[in-house]
Nanobody, 125 residues
Framework: EVQLVESGGGLVKAGGSLRLSCDASGLTLDDYAVGWFRQAPGKEREGVACVDRGDNIIEYADFVKGRFTISTDNAKNTVYLQMNSLKSEDTAVYYC??????????????????WGQGTRVTVSS
């Protein structure tokens, strides 16, 4: 059974940084595309970043390029999202998601099979 557990959310001031972690079990990162989505209050869910080691793909949403970095630690089976230069509009619940299919270039339309419970990020201005 695939399980994804996010951590690392919290309250941070604008301009600050946070690192989110997604601890994955029941899967091998090389066999899955894993990424992050977010959903702000009153807004639709949006893809943030995705990594597919098998196909050597990393994708970022335009609104986080240059500020967020997705990375993996295969030994720990963990996916990270380093978030720098945070803005108030980054406030949202962040979700980790995974699927065997290579969905990184289709995060706007694809619904991965596996999801974590989410971790809340609040950026104060």
């Amino acid at each position: 059974e695939v399980q994804l557990v996010e951590s690392g959310g919290g309250l941070v001031k604008a301009g600050g940084s946070l690192r989110l972690s997604c601890d994955a079990s029941g899967l091998t990162l090389d066999d899955y595309a894993v990424g992050w989505f977010r959903q702000a209050p009153g807004k639709e869910r949006e893809g943030v970043a995705c990594v597919d080691r098998g196909d050597n793909i990393i994708e970022y949403a335009d609104f986080v390029k240059g500020r967020f970095t997705i990375s993996t630690d295969n030994a720990k089976n963990t996916v990270y999202l380093q978030m720098n230069s945070l803005k108030s509009e980054d406030t949202a619940v962040y979700y980790c998601a995974a699927d065997r299919l290579s969905w990184c270039r289709h995060s706007g339309s694809y619904n991965p099979d596996h999801w974590g419970q989410g971790t809340r990020v609040t950026v104060s201005s």
